[in-house]
């Protein structure tokens, strides 16, 4: 199965403004890390890839930490003594800080102040801030607008609820070959911010839903979950059937303008992240490769000591270094369909990759073996022929059962779908034999009839 070559045959422009589209339906929804926000937006993602909807109840304990109540949400303002709303939950989502007990009360502008959330440094902008593990109420609001605020008596609701309920999660799993598991993971328990959060949940749907089409080796679990308490809900419930997930994936942040940032494993040299080093340096745009570090989004949980699995991260511009971040600016202007798209195209390079890579070996290895005589002396198509010339040598070459596909393409500078093709050719014409690796590549050999020969070079 070749991923990247579904996805190039599509309209990239198109695929973008479509991402962007599903970005600003899921954009208006009030999520948060349990009610009925994050329920509306896995049933918008149900519609369009298979999703199991799990609810855990409210005190559940999950490893040290414990399911908290279900929190909803239905209107907020605070109103002056005209009756006007200065600030109102119904224009945007960001305004009442998330997870707020409710209030019902009537104060003066300097009781109100410590419950008062801004920006100085941005006074247009409007904070987004939570409080859940802590019991709170509050409002965010532009600078701005605070300043605006005269003194004198106010009348401050927020209808919500704060109750016994439940922590929902979905998960998509697309069976392949084998049980072994990639697995994609993204929180959606952000309200409107559309970088953080949307641009990972969208990116993530399309990518299912491309990969539910065909064949695969993997077998590929996603996750839409909230962040850290999902994850480590889902851990908890999952705790045996972790061995299985062989690469992983969060992505977050990957809608904005600015170049790729991934943050390696905990493992640091696992396969996703020499996969991910190698599609990014091939991708056209700027990237950056950053080390492990226990902060950040639920790779955190992923790679916490006792499971140490190889999950990376997959962002845009960092969390945290862009001045958009946790605010009302990362908007729906602020992730772009060509980015998204490209990132939608970074991640089917890295499935195809995941997918294609594996170790042969050559049964030709006294000196090169004489291509023109089996018709390997030409091009197969959109590369040049030295190109494709050069990628079969270097297969050939370094095919000795100790380089997989990936460390070839490395090797040779060359990208892996062409190395990747090459070695197709190679196998077709009797020339390579794939050797025996992980399961995967087990149940893959015996579906293709690719049966490996064991014996070493003499
Ligand atoms: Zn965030």
């Known amino acids: 199965m070749r991923l990247l070559t579904e996805?190039?045959?599509?309209?990239a422009a198109a695929i973008g403004k479509e991402l962007h589209l599903?970005?600003?339906?899921?954009?208006?929804?009030?999520?948060?890390?349990t009610g009925d926000g994050i329920r509306r937006t896995l049933a918008m993602i149900a519609e369009r890839i298979p999703l199991r909807i799990s609810e855990v109840p409210t005190g559940t304990e999950v490893f040290d930490w414990t399911v908290p109540k279900e929190w909803n949400i239905r209107d907020a303002y605070i109103k002056d003594a005209g009756g006007t709303r200065v600030v109102d939950f119904q224009r945007l989502n960001l305004h009442v800080l998330n997870y707020s007990t409710p209030v019902r009360a009537t104060m003066s502008l300097g009781e109100l102040r410590p419950h008062l959330l801004t920006i100085a440094e941005h006074p247009d902008w409007i904070p987004y801030r939570t409080s859940y593990y802590k019991e709170s109420w509050g409002f965010c609001l532009s600078h701005n607008q605070m300043l605006a605020m005269k003194d004198g008596d106010y009348e401050v609701c927020i209808d919500s609820t704060l109750r016994e309920g439940h922590l929902t999660y979905g998960e998509c799993l697309l069976p392949g070959a084998s049980d072994e598991e990639v697995l994609i993971s993204?929180?959606?328990?952000?309200p409107s911010l559309a970088?953080?959060?949307?641009?990972?949940?969208?990116?993530?749907?399309?990518?299912?839903?491309?990969?539910?089409?065909?064949?695969?080796r993997y077998s590929y679990r996603f996750l839409f979950i909230p962040g850290t308490i999902g994850a480590i809900t889902w851990l908890?419930?999952?705790?045996?059937?972790?061995?299985?997930?062989?690469?992983?994936?969060?992505?977050?942040?990957?809608?904005?303008?600015?170049?790729?940032?991934?943050?390696k494993s905990r493992q640091g040299n696992a396969e996703i992240d020499a996969a991910m080093a190698h599609a990014l340096r091939h991708c056209g745009e700027p990237s950056e490769i950053l080390e492990f570090s226990p902060y950040g989004y639920d790779e955190r949980q992923y790679c916490s000591p006792?499971?140490?699995?190889?999950?990376?991260?997959?962002?845009?511009?960092?969390?945290?270094?862009?001045?958009e971040y946790h605010t009302s600016a990362d908007n729906l202007d602020f992730i772009k369909p060509k980015q998204l798209a490209n990132?939608?195209?970074?991640?089917?390079?890295i499935v195809d990759i995941l997918e294609n890579n594996r170790r042969y070996r050559n049964l030709n290895p006294y000196c090169e073996p004489q291509l023109g005589k089996r018709d390997l002396y030409r091009?197969?198509?959109?590369?040049?022929?030295?190109?494709?010339?050069?990628?079969?040598?270097?297969?050939?070459?370094?095919?000795?059962?100790?380089?997989?596909?990936?460390?070839?393409?490395?090797?040779?500078?060359?990208?892996?779908?062409?190395?990747?093709?090459?070695?197709?050719?190679?196998?077709?014409?009797?020339?390579?034999?794939?050797?025996?690796?992980?399961?995967?590549?087990?149940?893959?050999?015996?579906?293709?009839?690719?049966i490996a020969e064991v014996t070493s070079f003499r």
């Not at 993204?186 to 952000?190: L, S």
């Open 7 to 11: 996805f190039q045959e599509k309209d």
């Open 195 to 216: 970088n953080d959060n949307l641009s990972g949940l969208v990116v993530a749907t399309a990518l299912a839903e491309l990969l539910s089409g065909g064949e695969h």
């Open 379 to 450: 091009s197969t198509g959109g590369e040049d022929i030295s190109t494709d010339i050069n990628a079969r040598l270097w297969v050939l070459n370094f095919s000795d059962g100790q380089h997989s596909l990936l460390d070839i393409a490395e090797r040779s500078g060359l990208p892996f779908s062409t190395i990747a093709s090459a070695a197709d050719l190679l196998r077709q014409s009797g020339l390579l034999v794939a050797v025996p690796g992980q399961k995967a590549d087990q149940v893959a050999d015996q579906i293709t009839g690719n």
């Open 306 to 323: 006792g499971f140490n699995l190889p999950v990376g991260c997959l962002m845009r511009s960092v969390w945290g270094t862009f001045p």
């Open 343 to 349: 990132s939608l195209r970074v991640c089917a390079t």
């Open 236 to 263: 908890a419930r999952n705790h045996g059937g972790v061995g299985r997930i062989k690469h992983g994936l969060v992505l977050s942040g990957i809608g904005d303008a600015g170049g790729f940032h991934y943050k």
């Open 22 to 33: 599903f970005a600003s339906q899921l954009y208006p929804i009030c999520r948060s890390i």
């Open 186 to 190: 993204c929180h959606a328990c952000h």
